[in-house]
């Protein structure tokens, strides 16, 4: 079955270390998105790719870093220069905008980050 | 910025309600909007996608509703039940030419339908 798999499901952080979250699509989706989610609140745009060795910034990207190798994989790296990690952290795809299919954005099952 | 907002943040009913869920934002320039689910601790669900030039989309019991010059959706969800318990959010998507073109959500609606 296609789908967005996100791993670890939950992770455990020591302060000063970077951690790299995996997120793999088999969807042939152009674009993929990183995702921060605070108890209570909404989806915050980490960063955002829309095709292969391209990225952007989104609202939140300070502490964070991305790479775009491959069109299936869009890793996330919290590093510890990020001051408030601990949050639950999903990815999504869709087909590139313009294209048919482009309003789909599917979901991982998520990502739960803590830093002790 | 787009910012999106969602009322109320938190709703309890008895099981059988009909109940109305909104959303609002402050950038009209959008080219679509999007309910999901999100259950506890789970991935979102797409329910219902508008385009800008729509006014309603339903699926089911659900039907949503899209006033894009005042900058409103609502989505009603007819006969609830308690399968329905979850958290609601709203997307809106901006428009093909901005430089911007990921969704940005609402804070969602935690929903609790009693049995």
């Known amino acids: 079955d296609g789908g967005i798999t996100q791993s670890p499901k939950y992770l455990f952080r020591k302060e000063g270390q970077n951690v790299t979250l995996s997120c793999e699509q088999n969807?042939?989706?152009?674009?993929m998105y990183w995702y921060r989610q605070d108890p209570g609140q909404g989806l915050r745009l980490i960063y955002y790719?829309?095709?292969?060795?391209?990225?952007q910034k989104g609202d939140i990207a300070e502490g964070y870093s991305v790479s775009r190798e491959k069109k299936e994989s869009f890793p996330l790296t919290v590093t510890s220069a990020q001051k408030n990690p601990t949050a639950f952290y999903l990815c999504?795809?869709?087909?590139?905008?313009?294209?048919?299919?482009?309003?789909?954005?599917?979901f991982g099952a998520g990502s739960r980050l803590t830093v002790l | 910025k787009q910012e999106v907002t969602q009322i109320p943040a938190a709703l309890s009913v008895p099981e059988g309600e009909n109940l109305v869920l909104n959303c609002s934002f402050t950038d009209s320039a959008i080219y679509n909007l999007q309910w999901f689910r999100q259950d506890p601790g789970k991935g979102l669900t797409s329910l219902l996608l508008i385009q800008s030039s729509q006014r309603e989309q339903t699926s089911g019991r659900l039907n949503a509703s899209l006033d894009k010059s005042s900058g409103r959706s609502t989505l009603y969800i007819a006969a609830s039940q308690p399968g329905d318990s979850a958290t609601y959010l709203c997307?809106?998507?901006?428009?093909?030419?901005?430089?911007?073109?990921?969704?940005?959500f609402g804070s969602g609606t935690r929903l609790q339908v009693q049995p």
């Open positions: 999504a795809s869709s087909m590139q905008a313009g294209r048919a299919g482009a309003n789909v954005l599917t």
């Open positions: 969807l042939n989706h152009d674009a």
């Open positions: 790719s829309q095709i292969v060795n391209d990225f």
């Open positions: 997307a809106v998507r901006p428009q093909m030419d901005t430089g911007r073109r990921a969704l940005t």
